[in-house]
């Protein structure tokens, strides 16, 4: 069961998928994972599945929720959505309105109509963009940042080859084995697999597609003991291609890759296996034999196996056992062979809880009376070793943390030759390159480690904290780099030559095109695909546009116009922003007992070489007899501050709380301050603040108004949809242009 949390506090979230075993008729039992989302399903539980036959290992909980339960809470949305876009709206002919005028709404009829009135559809655009950029960058994030492992890794190994990481960790009553690919520096695979934790893992040929992991189960018995199982893992299918249990305590496994054999050590016995975990033989059974630990020749030719009183040894080409050495009343625990087989080292636990002196024992295999030789220590022996490249030469580590600990070399004499590290910082873990030349001393209290050139008896790399401590420190084939695991789910890929770090193995790391481009494709074929929609809804849009000129035309009693020229207009500012514009539709009628003109005026602009139209709605009253100041009026936003900063022009009113507020919201120009001033009346000022978006231009005797959608709590969505709305902004001019007149 892996569990991932995102989220503090009330909004913390945690998403469960589960590994599962399951049988496939003619394939065995096959390893998958499923979400923990609507199953119902506990750790050690059972539940019935569905996979593909043509590709097993997708498989699904066989619950209804589980399969279709996302499907549902999907589709409800889309039908949701689909429903308020697609809604049917009530027409009316333009006839029947002209035949039945509506009453003029109150402004609080007009705020309900423009709160009903749908979102445009840029903003559902803009809003689907959004969410596929945010989900994909979502998913991106968390698939570079999934954890390789739920649990702490517990054993590593690199094919021979040097291209390929297997790793796994300890569940509860199981396994997890997640397979790295070191050439592009990605995770490959994860499966589950055994009935316990793992303890080691091996590969088992060159190509890296199989691999040999070592586990122990949960104990039935009372005394405690826990027995072991052995699972072979084809690694590219997933697939548990065989296991096997020991009835004792699995104690050592031995891969044998030259002769393809498995020795299996367990508390009573030694088995001798084909590496599809067939038995060959027996080498040994019985009671309280306390099998402690193996060791073979590079030739694959000589075990030795310490035990209870004694070292035992075996001709692994005959399979006969060889002398041995004995020591009654002892129990021999760590053991070494050299390449060539014929020297053993071993040490000796007497098994009291005030042992004083530490014994290593080398012992001549060939000369088996005479050739034990006897170096001692003060304190336990935690690490001992054979050097690959030198077989006259034995690593041997003693001490324990905050004790002396030391680190040395000795001849097959038993005679003193170097000390490599001596401190009370004792060695938690050491490794050895294939050739014997490099030898890495882990410190994992403090953190650091070394680096050692054995062919020089010289450090070349100190590491003082990060990125050590490592677990399950690890050479590659060629030196060229240490494999390990840190904070407990993370492998690292170090480069011995530097401290640089070749790799961390978080995660799935799949290229690293692979989810922006896939999430920019897909944001941009749906930006084509709403573009599109759009092109083809060009046409209804005008149209619409058209049927609601027409309502408002007949509700009125106005006339449309055709021949309304720009150029005839007075010289607006207004105009001269939206150089090149003309009326897209326009409506001629009277107001205040004066000829006006409104409708939609449209213009273009160009823009990272695309054409942007925009429209706004505005009403015009040329050649009034008024005699208003020449005055610009319109809403103050961030950039008509930072131009009055920059010395621009904007008149403040602060005769009474009303213009005060009045000049917060607008800004007001005019060649005529004074002017201007005395036409700003409180009526008109708080008019204004009611009723937001206005901006007023009078030039020259004639007056503009034009009207641009707001943002605010009354006015959230575009007034100029329906022809109600349009009606209410006509009212709204009228009454602006009534102030402005002095008609009260």
């Known amino acids: 069961m892996e569990t991932r949390t995102s989220g503090t506090g009330t909004n913390r979230r945690s998403r469960t998928t589960y590994s599962i075993s399951y049988p496939v008729e003619g394939r ?61 709206k009530r027409k009316q002919a333009v006839e029947q309105i002209a035949l039945s005028p509506q009453p003029t709404p109150s402004p609080s009829q007009r705020e309900f109509e423009a709160k009903k009135s749908p979102c445009s559809p840029l903003t559902w655009i803009a809003l689907g963009t959004v969410a596929v950029l945010l989900l994909g960058g979502v998913a991106w994030g968390f698939v570079r940042n999934q954890a390789a492992h739920a649990f702490p890794i517990r054993a590593i190994d690199i094919s021979p080859d040097g291209t390929k990481i297997v790793s796994a960790s300890t569940g509860d ?34 190509s890296g597609s199989a691999a040999l992991m070592h586990c122990l189960l949960k104990s039935d018995s009372s005394y405690g003991i826990t027995p072991g199982q052995l699972v072979l893992l084809d690694l590219e299918t997933g697939r548990e291609l065989a296991s096997r249990s020991t009835q004792g305590y699995l104690t050592k496994t ?31 059974s019985g009671s309280d034999l306390q099998f402690q630990a193996a060791a073979v020749d590079s030739d694959e030719k000589i075990l030795a196996v310490s035990g209870k009183d004694q070292v035992y040894v075996w001709d692994l080409e005959t399979q006969t056992p060889l002398p041995s050495l004995t ?118 209290r403090a953190g650091g480690a070394e680096l050692w050139d054995l062919s020089a008896n010289s450090a070349t790399q100190v590491w003082n904290k990060q990125p050590f401590p490592l677990e ?32 961390e193995g978080v995660g799935y790391h799949r290229p690293f095109w692979v989810w922006p481009v896939g999430t920019s494709a897909a944001g941009v074929l749906f930006f084509l695909c709403v573009l599109q929609l759009s092109k083809l809804a060009d046409g209804k849009t005008r149209e619409k546009r058209e ?23 007075p010289d607006f500012e207004f105009l001269k922003q939206r150089a090149g514009g003309h009326f897209e539709f326009a409506v001629v009628g009277p107001s205040l007992d004066r000829e006006i003109l409104m409708g939609w005026f449209m213009w273009t602009t160009r823009s990272n070489d695309r054409d942007r139209t925009h429209r706004e709605f505005c009403f015009i009253y040329p050649d009034t007899d008024s005699k208003l100041p020449d005055l610009y009026i319109f809403p103050e936003d961030l950039v008509a501050k930072i131009t009055a900063l920059a010395g621009w022009q904007d008149i403040d009113l602060d005769r009474t709380e009303s213009l005060r507020k009045f000049s917060i919201k607008h800004v007001l120009r005019s060649s005529q301050p004074d002017r ?40 959230s969505r575009s007034r100029q949809r329906d022809p109600q709305s349009i009606i209410g902004l006509q009212q709204e001019a009228e009454s602006i242009a009534g102030l402005l007149f002095g008609i009260r």
């Not at 000796?348 to 009376?369: A, E, G, H, M």
């Not at 690890?474 to 695991?485: E, R």
């Open 28 to 88: 065995g039992n096959m390893q998958g994972t499923i979400n923990g989302e609507f199953t119902g399903l506990r750790q050690g539980g059972t539940i019935e599945v569905l996979y593909d036959p043509r590709d097993p290992t997708f498989v699904q909980a066989n619950r209804f929720w589980s399969l279709w339960g996302w499907s549902i809470i999907i589709g409800g949305i889309t039908l949701t959505m689909g429903s308020i876009l697609l809604r049917p």
């Open 173 to 206: 009553d199981f396994a997890e084995v997640v397979l790295w690919d070191l050439e592009e520096k990605r995770k490959v695979a994860k499966l589950a697999a055994g009935e316990g934790g793992a303890i080691w893992v091996r590969f088992l040929n060159g």
């Open 254 to 284: 031995v891969v044998l890759p030259k002769s393809d054999r498995v020795v299996v050590l367990s508390w009573d016995s030694i088995e001798l296996l084909q590496t599809d975990l067939q038995p060959i033989t027996t080498l040994s």
């Open 327 to 444: 020591a009654e009343g002892t129990r021999f625990d760590k053991l070494a062979i050299s390449r060539d087989g014929d020297w053993i080292a071993t040490t000796i636990d007497s098994n009291s809880i005030d042992q004083t002196q530490f014994p290593v024992q080398l012992w001549n295999r060939k000369n088996p009376k005479d050739e034990v030789r006897t170096i001692m220590f003060e304190h336990e022996i935690s690490h001992l070793a054979f050097v690959p490249g030198d077989p006259d030469r034995l690593l041997i580590v003693s001490g324990r943390d905050r004790l002396t600990s030391q680190t040395t070399l000795y001849s097959l004499a038993g005679e003193h030759q170097e000390t490599l590290h001596s401190g009370t910082t004792a060695v938690d873990t050491i490794a050895l390159s294939a050739d014997g030349t490099d030898l890495l001393l882990n410190f994992k």
């Open 472 to 503: 399950n420190v690890i050479f590659s084939p060629d030196a060229s780099s240490l494999i390990g695991s840190r904070d407990q789910s993370t492998l690292r890929v170090l480069d011995t030559s530097s401290t640089t770090q070749e790799f």
């Open 547 to 569: 049927a609601i000129i027409d309502q408002v035309t007949a509700r009125l009693g106005w006339e449309q116009s055709s021949s309304i020229s720009v150029e005839a207009l």
């Open 676 to 715: 201007a001033a005395d036409v700003i009346t409180d009526q008109f000022a708080e008019f204004l603040c009611e009723h937001p978006g206005w901006s007023i231009e009078s030039l020259d005797g004639s007056l503009l108004l034009s009207w641009k959608n707001v943002i605010s709590f009354n006015y």
